[in-house]
C-alpha cells in the first residue's frame, strides 16, 4: 500500500473522528489547516486505483507464472502482457515492471520469438542494467539470430558485472571466434567484390588486377602495388 493513503488518514481514529480535540471556535480555523470540498476524496481515488492496478497486475505476473510453470507459453505471454499494462510506471514499481518484460521474454524465448526475447531484455535492463538473468537471455537470443556482435558485447558485460558466472569466460571466447571468423568473411566478401568491379574496368585496357602484385610492408602494414609478370 502506498504511504500516501496511509498519510492521508493518518490523523483520523478507527470512528472517523479527529483524534486530537479541536480547540479552534468556529469561524476561527487557521486557513492553512483548510481543505477544498472533495480534495481528500480526489487523492483516495487515486491512491486507490494505483493500488488497484498493482494489485492487478501482480495477480495477472502470478497467473502468467503458473502458466510458464505448465508450459502455456502463449497465455503466459497474454498475462505477462497485462502485468506490464497494468503496472504503474513510477520510481517505486520500476523493478517489478522490469521482472514482467524479462518474464514475457522468457516465454517468448520457449516459442523462439527471438526478435521479441531482444525487445522485451532490453526494456527490462533499461529499468534495471544489473538485472543479469535477463542479460544473459538477451545474449542468448543475439546468439540464436546470429547477431554476433551484440551477443559479445552482453558476454562481455556478464563477465565484468560476474566473472564467476558458470562457463561466461568460454562463452566470450567462442563468441569472439565466431566474431572474428565472421568479419574475416565479410572482409574477403568486399575484397572479392573490389577485385571484380576493378578488373571490369582495367578490362576495357585490356589487364586485369592478376597483373598486379600486393604485397604488405610487415613494419608498417601497409600495401604496395606493383606490376607483376603472368
Given at each position: 500500500p502506498s504511504s500516501s493513503s496511509a498519510s492521508s488518514s493518518g490523523e483520523r481514529d478507527a470512528g472517523g473522528t479527529d483524534s486530537n480535540k479541536d480547540t479552534t471556535a468556529p469561524g476561527e480555523e487557521d486557513v492553512t489547516e483548510l481543505h477544498y470540498p472533495g480534495e481528500e476524496r480526489e487523492e483516495s481515488t487515486a491512491v486507490d486505483l494505483?493500488?488497484?492496478s498493482i494489485a492487478a497486475s501482480l495477480r495477472a505476473k502470478e497467473e502468467g507464472n503458473e502458466h510458464f510453470k505448465n508450459s502455456r507459453f502463449e497465455e503466459a505471454i497474454d498475462s505477462y502482457s497485462l502485468a506490464i499494462e497494468h503496472c504503474p510506471e513510477d520510481e517505486d514499481n520500476k523493478a517489478s515492471l522490469a521482472t514482467f518484460y524479462g518474464n514475457r521474454a522468457a516465454s517468448y524465448n520457449a516459442v523462439e520469438e527471438y526478435e521479441l526475447v531482444v525487445d522485451d531484455c532490453t526494456e527490462s535492463l533499461k529499468l534495471k542494467p544489473d538485472y543479469?538473468?535477463?542479460?544473459?537471455?538477451?545474449m542468448q537470443a543475439y546468439e540464436k539470430l546470429d547477431r554476433t556482435e551484440e551477443a559479445l558485447q552482453d558476454a562481455k558485460q556478464v563477465q565484468e558485472t560476474?566473472?564467476?558466472?558458470?562457463?561466461?569466460?568460454?562463452?566470450?571466447?567462442t563468441l569472439q571466434t565466431k566474431h572474428n571468423e565472421k568479419m574475416e568473411k565479410m572482409k574477403d566478401e568486399a575484397m572479392g567484390k573490389l577485385k571484380d568491379l576493378g578488373n571490369s574496368i582495367l578490362?576495357?585496357?585490356g589487364m586485369s588486377l592478376d597483373n598486379f602484385k600486393?604485397?604488405?610492408?610487415?613494419?608498417?602494414g601497409s600495401w604496395n602495388i606493383s606490376m607483376g609478370n603472368k
Open positions: 494505483i493500488e488497484k543479469l538473468k535477463v542479460l544473459v537471455r538477451r560476474q566473472p564467476s558466472y558458470p562457463y561466461i569466460a568460454r562463452k566470450v571466447h578490362g576495357n585496357f600486393m604485397n604488405q610492408d610487415p613494419g608498417t
